[in-house]
C-alpha cells in the first residue's frame, strides 16, 4: 500500500494567488482529514469528511478555505486568495472509521505552503 | 470541546535511561488515545494507541498507560536509544474527532 498521497511536497506562492493542495488517502478508508500544523498552533483539524461527505468544517479558519471530496481517492484543499500567515505545513490523513468508532488515523507526509 | 495537555514540551534523556510524556483530556467521552512519533520534516507516525477499555498496552520499548478516572495517560519509553529523538504527540479523540497535545521535543544524548 502506498499510503496517503499528497500533491505537491512543497508551494510557494505569492500573497493573492490561488492555492490547490491534493490528497490521495489510503484504499478502502471511509475517513479523510485535512490538518494544518504551525509552530504557534501545533495540529489543528481543518476538516473531515466521512464517505465524501464532509461532516465538520468548523476548524476551517475562513471564506477562503475550502475543501472538496468528490470521489473516495482524491480530495482537494483550496486557499483563495492566499495569504502569509497561511505559510504551513498541511497534512492530509485518512481513517478505517466505521461508525462512532475512532480508528488510527494515517498522515500523509505533508505539503509545505509558503505564501510570499 | 476536548482540551489535550502535554508535558513536558521537551526532554532530554541520556541514551539507556527512560523518558516518560504525561498527558491530561478534559471530556469524558474520549475513548482513544494515540501517540504519534513525528521526525523533522516528516510524517507523524502512529507509535501506539489504547482504547479506554484497557489501562495499560506495551510494544517492545514503548508503553503507554490510561486512568480515566483522572482523565490522564502517558506514554514510556525504556532503554532509549538515539533514534527515539523526535517530537512525540499525544491525542485523545471520540466519535470521528482527535485533539492533540502540543507535542514534547525528546533528545536522546550519546
Known amino acids: 500500500d502506498a499510503g496517503v498521497i499528497q500533491s505537491p511536497r512543497h508551494e510557494v506562492t505569492e500573497m493573492g494567488q490561488e492555492v490547490t493542495l491534493r490528497c490521495k488517502p489510503i484504499?478502502?478508508?471511509?475517513?479523510l482529514f485535512w490538518y494544518r500544523q504551525t509552530m504557534m498552533r501545533g495540529l489543528e483539524l481543518l476538516i473531515y469528511?466521512?464517505?465524501?461527505?464532509?461532516?465538520?468544517d468548523s476548524g476551517m479558519p475562513e471564506d477562503r478555505f475550502s475543501a472538496k471530496m468528490p470521489n473516495a481517492s482524491f480530495s482537494t484543499l483550496k486557499i483563495q486568495p492566499s495569504e502569509p500567515r497561511d505559510s504551513a505545513v498541511y497534512f492530509c490523513?485518512?481513517?478505517?472509521?466505521?461508525?462512532?468508532?475512532?480508528?488510527?488515523?494515517?498522515f500523509g507526509p505533508g505539503t509545505r505552503l509558503t505564501v510570499t | 470541546g476536548e482540551n489535550v495537555e502535554q508535558h513536558p514540551s521537551t526532554l532530554s534523556v541520556q541514551e539507556g535511561d527512560s523518558a516518560v510524556i504525561k498527558c491530561t483530556y478534559s471530556?469524558?467521552?474520549?475513548?482513544?488515545f494515540p501517540w504519534y512519533k513525528q521526525e523533522l520534516g516528516k510524517r507523524p507516525q502512529l507509535i501506539i494507541d489504547?482504547?479506554?477499555?484497557?489501562g495499560e498496552k506495551k510494544d517492545q520499548r514503548i508503553a503507554v498507560t490510561l486512568n480515566k478516572t483522572a482523565k490522564h495517560f502517558s506514554l514510556h519509553i525504556t532503554e532509549t536509544q538515539p533514534e527515539d529523538s523526535a517530537v512525540y504527540f499525544c491525542?485523545?479523540?471520540?466519535?470521528?474527532?482527535?485533539?492533540f497535545g502540543a507535542g514534547t521535543t525528546v533528545t536522546v544524548r550519546a
Open positions: 469528511f466521512n464517505n465524501n461527505v464532509p461532516i465538520d
Open positions: 490523513a485518512s481513517s478505517p472509521l466505521t461508525g462512532s468508532l475512532t480508528y488510527e488515523q494515517y
Open positions: 491525542a485523545a479523540g471520540g466519535d470521528y474527532k482527535l485533539s
Open positions: 471530556d469524558s467521552a474520549s475513548n482513544y
Open positions: 489504547i482504547r479506554s477499555n484497557v
Open positions: 484504499s478502502g478508508h471511509n475517513s
